[in-house]
Nanobody, 127 residues
Framework: QVQLVESGGELVQAGGSLRLSCAAS?????????????MGWFRQAPGKEREFVAA????????YYAEPIKGRFTVSRDSANNTVYLQMDLLKLEDTAVYYC???????????????WGKGTLVTVSS
């Protein structure tokens, strides 16, 4: 079973930066390893639905972002260490949410295509 564990969420002032990490371990029942999955980040703000944030292809060569965070967030992966990162800069109040790491097989990555979820890490942006 693939397990995803997020870390790095905390309280930060607007305009500040954070880097989230997602450590992956295990194997899927099919034998697939972390390096073969599309990896991404989603977020869910209080009272709102979970939404896509960013994704990176299995080899890390391609990535794409949701419009609200484009130019401010950067997704990357270190396949050697089975870790995915989300660098968040110029944070805004509306970025406050629980951020979830996700693994799937579709490109682009969508909610319906997620096979594994982490439990999330809370990011709170204050004024």
């Amino acid at each position: 079973q693939v397990q995803l564990v997020e870390s790095g969420g905390e309280l930060v002032q607007a305009g500040g930066s954070l880097r989230l990490s997602c450590a992956a371990s295990g194997r899927a029942p099919s034998g697939r390893t972390f390096s073969s999955y599309v990896m991404g980040w989603f977020r869910q703000a209080p009272g709102k639905e979970r939404e896509f944030v960013a994704a990176t292809y299995w080899n890390g060569d391609s990535s794409y972002y949701a419009e609200p965070i484009k130019g401010r967030f950067t997704v990357s992966r270190d396949s050697a260490n089975n870790t995915v990162y989300l660098q968040m800069d110029l944070l805004k109040l509306e970025d406050t949410a629980v951020y979830y790491c996700a693994a799937g097989s579709t490109w682009p990555l969508s909610l319906n295509g997620i096979e594994y979820w982490g439990k999330g890490t809370l990011v709170t942006v204050s004024s």
